[in-house]
């Protein structure tokens, strides 16, 4: 062997133990964000298949699903077995979206685009904070990623439309919480009716410093008077967002209660979450 080759063996495995030894997802998170909880038909083809807190989406069609965030690392289990309770297979899992590139949402990421060899699709820009696990990030980036770390099929942009079988999501780029935070808007159908879905990352703010501060993040200010201005316009039947405490999933539906989408019909609820988030926008760019 000569010694280059051997010097490039040396560095591949110190690699390898660097980023396996790396990934430190913060400890002390609230119990709610990994209790497990039982999967439930929201709407048409779309069931909650989160943690008790965590929001996970799953969008059923024909040609395969859509899952849009995992939760913690440790909960990848939890929702391929919500989803197989569904009696939806695993593996039909085809394209992976999230709504920010926080370690609570895309924890277990990785592992399930490994295990089911789905397309990631994310806002351009939370590709770079992904790719570096979390370690690049603004407010809760570091020392070390505190998710494993994985790399984008496709860049999405304000408007862009992911199509998958019958269904037709359209990404709203909403930045601020993180530099590429997101909601999407699409419509799902029961023999009923049709139902407008928004599944909303609400702005809130995670970082105590002033906005002036934070020079890896210079839009920071802009970006959230642009996302709570855009929120306000958008149009929907029912409500959804990243945490099931944001939308009340805990007040409108208890595990069992019979298939009710009208439950998430919730305007005023949605308009008062945002005016409380714009009133601290608003603390925050007053220095209070
Ligand atoms: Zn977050």
């Excluded at 069609?61 to 939890?78: D, H, M, V, Y």
């Excluded at 860049?155 to 909601?183: A, N």
């Excluded at 699409?186 to 410093?209: C, G, H, Q």
């Amino acid at each position: 062997m000569t010694k280059i080759a051997v010097l490039l063996i040396s560095l591949s495995v110190v690699c390898s133990e660097v980023i396996a030894q790396t990934v430190a997802e913060p400890q002390n998170t609230p119990a709610e964000w990994a209790k497990p909880y039982p999967p439930f038909r929201v709407a048409g083809n779309l069931y909650y298949v989160g943690t008790y807190d965590l929001a996970c989406y799953l969008v059923t069609t024909p040609q395969g699903n859509i899952l849009i965030n995992t939760g913690l690392a440790a909960s990848a289990p939890l929702i391929k077995s919500n989803i197989e309770a569904l009696g939806f297979k695993f593996p039909d899992t085809k394209i992976l979206l999230t709504t920010q590139a926080h370690y609570d949402h895309l924890g277990a990421m990785a592992a399930i685009k490994k295990v089911t060899g789905s397309r990631m699709m994310v806002d351009e820009k939370d590709a770079e904070v992904m790719e570096s696990g979390g370690k690049s990030d603004y407010a809760l980036g570091g020392q070390a990623p505190t998710y494993e770390p994985l790399h984008a099929d496709r860049l999405l942009r304000d408007g862009d439309t992911i199509r998958l079988g019958d269904t037709e999501l359209v990404m709203l780029h909403h930045p601020g919480h993180t530099k590429g935070s997101c909601s999407y808007l699409f419509t799902v159908k029961d023999d009923r009716r049709s139902y407008r879905v928004l599944i909303a990352n609400m702005p809130t703010i995670v970082t105590e410093k002033g906005f002036s501060e934070i020079p890896e993040y210079p839009e920071i200010a802009k970006d959230y008077a642009y996302t709570l201005e855009a929120m306000q316009k958008l149009t929907f039947d029912l409500w959804l967002s990243s945490h099931a405490s944001q939308f009340g999933l805990h007040r409108k539906y208890k595990p069992g209660q019979r298939y009710n989408p009208s439950a998430f019909m919730d305007r005023k609820g949605y308009d008062a979450a945002l005016s409380s988030l714009q009133k601290e926008y608003l603390n925050k760019t007053q220095g209070k």
